[in-house]
């Protein structure tokens, strides 16, 4: 009985986060034996860092793929941020205005998205889609070809310094938010509303959920979440250009769904995503200690994530055979 409930406990094991661990782990003993200063605290911050703002906006995009919705404009609403905090800089406004003027835009495209989405009723993979395009000619009108930097030196510690002990801001600020996320999703009242809908929107409506109400609230954080990634960007580069954050959006999304994130929405857990992200930058780490391109580095990731669907799809198959197998033997044994 005792062995029983440890094995219910364990069960997760069992699951996509289970084989995400064992990954991790044979990555981070393979790349130890690989460089003495692979462990070592400033490497691993430094391979955060070099992901960080992807990592912020990928917490509300699993929230978003759970509710059953995708947002392919974040990345070009992090390009938006980011050039409008440089266009006003520029243009003679003091930074902290600066700053909310970013966060502002991120907030009037997450409103836009929400509204077509969540009151229109449009596909979320059109109406971010055509997001996508026009947040990323906004920000290409802005600056045109040039670039602009610039910025106050405090502003610019913010993304290339530590800001407590060795730890930089933005990595500070992502733990805060993957702890706000879990809270959420997993044991707040709106976590189960994310997971009804995204199973089935129609009956979540009929259960006295507002449907509606939950979406746009999920899209007008992930504005200004990718505005604030946006403005920590600028923050690390020192400067800003109108292709800035281009193509971000496929990174986050893979890191999603190899957490074990449903594309068709209504499950996956944080803890996935986390594991995921862990294993994507141990990785890339690992494969740059190697000396491999980043090309293929992004092929490795690329079959990691056809794996995350086949795999799951897979076994889903051979269990149902296994079932109509079993099933058929029972009615041929009982018949006999």
Not at 37 to 62: D, H, P
Not at 118 to 142: D, E
Request: net charge neutral.
């Amino acid at each position: 009985m005792e062995h029983s409930g440890m094995w219910r406990r364990l069960g997760w094991l069992k699951r996509w986060e289970g084989l995400l661990l064992g990954l991790l782990i044979v990555t981070v003993i393979i790349n130890s034996l690989q460089s003495p200063f692979y462990l070592g605290l400033s490497n691993q911050i430094n391979t955060f860092q070099l992901f960080i703002e992807k990592i912020i906006v990928a917490i509300i995009m699993a929230l978003i793929i759970i509710n059953g919705e995708i947002d392919l404009s974040v990345a070009s609403v992090m390009g938006l941020a980011a050039a409008v905090l440089a266009y006003t800089v520029d243009a003679g406004w003091a930074m902290s205005a600066a700053i909310l003027a970013g966060l502002v835009a991120g907030v009037l495209c997450g409103l836009l998205n929400g509204f077509f989405v969540a009151r229109i009723g449009l596909p979320s993979l059109v109406v971010t889609l055509a997001g996508l395009i026009m947040y990323r000619g906004m920000a290409r009108i802005l600056l045109e070809d040039g670039s602009i930097g610039g910025f106050p030196d405090w502003f610019e510690a913010l993304g290339q310094d530590p800001f407590v002990g060795p730890i930089p801001l933005a990595l500070i600020l992502f733990i805060l938010l993957f702890a706000v996320g879990v809270v959420v999703l997993h044991f707040a009242g709106i976590g189960r509303y994310i997971y009804v809908i995204g199973n089935n929107k129609e009956v979540a409506r009929y259960s006295g959920v507002n449907v509606e109400q939950v979406k746009m609230g999920l899209f007008i954080a992930s504005g200004v979440i990718a505005a604030l990634a946006g403005i920590l960007l600028a923050a690390r580069l020192g400067s800003v250009r109108g292709n800035t954050a281009e193509g971000f959006e496929l990174d986050i999304i893979t890191m999603v769904l190899l957490g074990g994130v449903s594309i068709f929405g209504g499950s996956g857990t944080l803890a996935g995503v986390g594991l995921a992200i862990l294993l994507i930058l141990n990785l890339r780490n690992g494969m740059s200690l190697a000396n491999i391109t980043g090309n293929t580095q992004t092929g490795v990731v690329g079959i990691l994530l056809i794996l995350s669907v086949l795999i799951p799809n897979l076994a889903q198959t051979i269990r149902e055979r296994w079932l109509r197998r079993r099933t058929a033997v029972k009615v041929i044994t009982s018949e006999t």
